[in-house]
């Protein structure tokens, strides 16, 4: 793994070398290994071990120069400091990045958060003894052909010529499954599971192909729907999917492009069902794979994003938050250009007596939404409009029934104020933990 104290040691020497008086490094370097099977053999192993140096360094006019690198060794770094300052020439003379106002702030202590990672044989093992346990869970199950397991140390840092050094270490493990199914005269049906840890014993993977299986299962007898105007039932997955494909609503940088469906003013308006709150938490205890500080040395943190139904705040880097008179709050990529992107989407849980409106159990006529599909080709972002081919069940007296084909279209901002519940237990997922959501009145286009 990469040394970075003596890394920040050769970067301060070469800056000092070339006489640049002003400059910042955000750094990090990512050891993975990873298996995946397929039919009782291994299909790919692989391992990494990858680096990469962001460089920025301003002239004395003020105009700045970014540069990248994957070579850590002292010729290297001293090349991309010097290649920075000769880009910094032809730096933008408008909206100039400076360094983050809380690039020295106090950050969260998270403790030791690194593991060992386990040898290959052993990756591979365990993933040959699910992926069995998976295919003998039903006759009708017959592969499973996108499964993973993979371990990842991370190292990230950051410095600035103010003095401002920050360094941080992880380690987390994951895995899916995804099975599917063929029989005579049926469709294949599918379903899958995901899950996170600290380690590979952490791992809950028996949780995980169970899962997996048990959803698989329930599409193996499914219906046609008639088309019509439902109320939708989203998995914690499938609202934090939607969500993150409308993430502009919450992105000063989008919003000062003119490419969000908020605008300055919205600040402080309804958006949403008084029923939800929403915040950005990348340091929510189960987010394994938190990090304390963004690519500018901002610490990450809580930001309240819509507090019931209202718009209180936007992710910001320094540069949206300098224009728009904010603090930075931990969301900014550095690059040619500063990004800004959500961490970890955390929705809160709604009241009990909330949740005992709509109850699961006696639910009838309910369209339970589990995983959407093409989110990349059926948003349209800018406009806030989605028709989206999901996988899911209709809810008929408590019970569920697969549903063999259907889309779900609409308006994210009119979904969202149209949420009646928000269920008080949440769920961890791949992208933010959520409870399920139920909204009325969603167009579904069935077969029926």
């Known amino acids: 793994m990469m040394n970075t104290d003596s890394l920040i040691g050769q970067i301060k020497d070469a800056a000092s070398q070339l006489g640049v008086r002003k400059f910042d490094v955000y750094g990090a ?210 609202f934090l999917s939607i969500l993150g494909a409308f993430s502009n609503l919450f992105n000063a940088q989008s919003v000062l492009d003119n490419q969000s469906l908020s605008t300055i003013e919205s600040i402080g308006q309804a958006i949403a069902s008084p029923l939800l709150s929403v915040n950005d938490n990348e340091l929510h205890p189960k987010n394994i794979a938190a990090t304390t500080f963004d690519g500018e040395g901002t610490p990450t943190g809580k930001v309240p994003l819509i507090e019931k139904g209202v718009l209180t705040n936007f992710l910001h880097s320094s540069i949206t938050a300098r224009r728009m008179n904010a603090q930075p709050t931990g969301n900014a990529g550095i690059g040619a250009k500063v990004s800004v992107s959500p961490n970890f989407f955390c929705v809160a849980p709604g009241s009990g007596e909330n949740g005992d409106s709509y109850n699961i159990k006696t639910a009838d006529n309910v369209i339970w939404i589990d995983e959407l599909q093409a989110l990349h080709s059926g948003v349209q972002s800018l406009q806030g409009s989605f028709s989206l081919p999901f996988d899911g069940w209709m809810i008929k007296g408590g019970d569920r029934v697969s549903i063999e084909s259907a889309t779900v279209a609409g308006d994210i901002r009119q979904l969202l104020k149209s949420i009646v519940c928000v269920e008080p237990e949440v769920k961890l997922t791949d992208g933010g933990v959520s409870p399920r959501v139920w909204v009325e009145g969603l167009s579904i286009t069935g077969e029926g």
Request: with cysteine; proline share 5%.
């Open 29 to 238: 370097t990512v050891e993975s290994s990873r298996a995946e099977v397929n039919q009782g053999v291994p299909k790919q192993v692989s391992a990494s071990n990858r680096s990469s140096v962001m460089v920025r360094v301003w002239n004395s006019d003020g105009t700045v120069g970014v540069t990248s690198t994957t070579d850590t060794t002292p010729k290297g770094l001293e090349m991309a400091l010097q290649t920075a300052y000769e880009a910094s020439r032809f730096g933008a003379k408008e909206h100039v990045p400076d360094f983050s106002p809380l690039a020295a702030a106090p950050i969260e202590e998270m403790g030791d958060r690194t593991a060992s990672q386990a040898p290959m044989d052993q990756l591979v093992d365990t993933l040959l003894d699910a992926e069995r346990r998976l295919l003998d869970a039903h006759p009708a199950i017959v592969g499973v052909p996108y499964n993973g397991l993979s371990q990842r140390d991370l190292v990230r840092f950051y410095l600035n010529s103010e003095g401002a050094v920050r360094q941080e270490s992880l380690s987390y493990s994951s895995v899916y499954f995804y099975s599917k199914t063929e029989e005579e005269g049926k469709k294949p049906r599918s379903g899958g599971a995901y899950r996170l840890g600290r380690s590979l014993q952490q791992l809950d993977i028996e949780g995980c192909w169970q899962e997996a299986a048990e959803k698989t299962i329930s599409h193996i007898e499914y219906e046609k729907i008639k088309s019509g105007k439902y109320l939708v039932l989203f998995s914690p997955e499938a």
